[in-house]
Structure formats: C-alpha cells, structure tokens
C-alpha cells in the first residue's frame, strides 16, 4: 500500500470512529437485540483509545511529510528530526495503552500515583537507566551533535550511526556489524564525531620487523605506491610514513594521508588495499 493511499485509509478509519462517538442517531442499524450498549465505559474507553491513537499517527505521519518537503528529502531517507518524531510517537501511545488498561480496573491514574507514591519512586529508582536512555534519545534526536549518517568514535567504538531508537544509537562498524549503545553511555563518554569536526586525516597504525623494510623511504613509497588507484582522491603531497615507537627488532609505524573530501566508503577501501600491501611486504622480505 502507498503512502497517499495509506493516510487516506486511516482518515476514513477515523472519520469513522470519529462518527460513532458523536452522532446521535446511530447509522449501523438496530442494534437492541445484542443487549449491548454503546455508552458503556469500557466501550467509550476503547473508542476514545482508538481515536486518539489514529489522530496521534496521522499527526506525526503530516509532520513527518511536511518535514521531508522542506529539507528536500527522499523516501525512505531519515534524519534525527524523524527519528525524533517517531520516538515520541511511540512513548505517547505507551502512555494511552497504560491508561486504558487502568481504566478497565476501574482505577484512575492519578489516584494511583498519588496513593503509591513510594510505589512509585521505587519503580522510578529501578528503571531510571531506561527513562535516562528515553529522555537521552529524545534530546539526541532534536540535536545536532550527533546525525544519522555521522561517522563517530565512542571508547572502542567506531562507525556511522544508522539510527537512532528510542533507548539506544545503532552503530555501523568498520567491520560491518551492528553496535547498539545506551544514549546514557553517549553522555557520559567521550565521542568523537568525524562528520561535524571534519576530519580528513587517515592513519593507519602497524608494527613491522625492521629486517622486513630496506629503508623507511622505500617502504613508504612501496605503500605510496600499492594505492596509486586513489591517489586521485588524496590530497597530493599528504602521504607521511611516522615512526612511533623504536624497538629491539622491530618499529611502529603510523601510515598517514588526507582525503580530499570525507568519504568513508573510500577510506575503508583504502585502509583495506594498505593493510594487505603491508602484509603481503611483510611476507615477501620474510622467505
């Protein structure tokens, strides 16, 4: 079903309950002999339910339409803002479902907040690292911090951000898996967002045994050379082989070079076409 005959399905689904509820002269027939009463509470409870979740889904589905015009966004793309939307969409109906159920027991919400108190807390105190996640994702969604698409570095941890749930970031590895972290361990860590600072730096960090290389110079214009492919890519002149650390028989190297634009798809090719030219270098000064 498209979308244009989706939303035109839920506005007529809605008019429909919406006339239940407030016509008087029923329009669905006699319906005396089912012994059954349309002002019953239980039945006003689940009507008002219903409308109020339909109402609640159209909202955000025009929201999300007239969002998508004014940032010029495709069909299936998203960014923080839908995301957002979507999230508070789903905490809105998690409360309208709790409420109904109560009202089924015959029990008001706010006498029972108010006469469990202690109650409360408790629960409060118990599922605090989840409403701490919740509150988290809701403002990470409205932010510009952090972006859907973002290539971030968190602890041990790094990726592009492919989505972001109510609780928790979804992250894209460089090895192609799925991190998901709490938005509480996003605020209390230090997280390095590549995309917004701009980074073009690539480095490249190994050991190698110093009988595997003739000299530093020819080996750095062997690696130079293994991506001559990308160099296209590279900002010319960018190209630096570093010595880090010295020891009894072998160096740690830092290979670097600067990307012309950010690309991470790019840089993931590169970084892969380098590491196996320094393996396979290895290998050929070893026999």
Request: charged content about 25%; aromatic content about 10%.
């Amino acid at each position: 079903m498209n979308f244009g005959l989706r939303i035109f399905v839920k506005l007529l689904v809605l008019a429909g309950f919406l006339a239940l509820k407030y016509t008087d002269v029923p329009w669905w027939g006699d319906l005396s002999g089912w012994n059954f009463s349309f002002d019953h509470p239980g039945f006003v409870s689940v009507l008002n339910y219903v409308i109020f979740i339909l109402g609640l889904d159209l909202a955000a589905e025009l929201l999300k339409v007239v969002y998508r015009r004014r940032k010029q966004l495709e069909r299936g793309e998203t960014d923080n803002v839908l995301a957002g939307i979507d999230n508070i969409r789903i905490i809105v109906s998690s409360i309208a479902t709790v409420v109904l159920i109560l009202g089924f027991f015959g029990i008001d919400p706010k006498s029972l907040l108010t006469g469990l108190s202690i109650v409360a807390a408790a629960i409060a105190i118990v599922t605090r690292e989840y409403i701490v996640n919740i509150i988290g994702g809701i403002a990470i969604s409205f932010s510009d911090e952090i972006s859907i698409g973002d290539y971030i570095r968190m602890d041990s941890y790094k990726g592009r951000v492919t989505d972001i749930t109510i609780t928790r970031i979804a992250l894209l590895t460089n090895d192609d898996e799925i991190i998901y972290i709490p938005h509480s361990k996003i605020f209390t860590s230090e997280v390095v967002n590549f995309t917004k600072t701009g980074i073009r730096r690539v480095s490249i960090s190994f050991d190698i045994h110093i009988a595997a290389m003739r000299t530093v110079e020819a080996f750095e214009q062997d690696l130079v050379e293994n991506i001559s492919d990308y160099h296209e890519y590279i900002e010319p002149g960018s190209f630096w082989l570093k010595i880090q650390e010295i020891h009894k028989d072998s160096v740690t190297m830092k290979f670097q070079f600067v990307l012309k634009a950010i690309n991470r798809k790019l840089e993931r090719e590169i970084r892969k076409k380098t590491v196996r030219s320094i393996v396979n270098h290895i290998r050929r000064h070893q026999r």
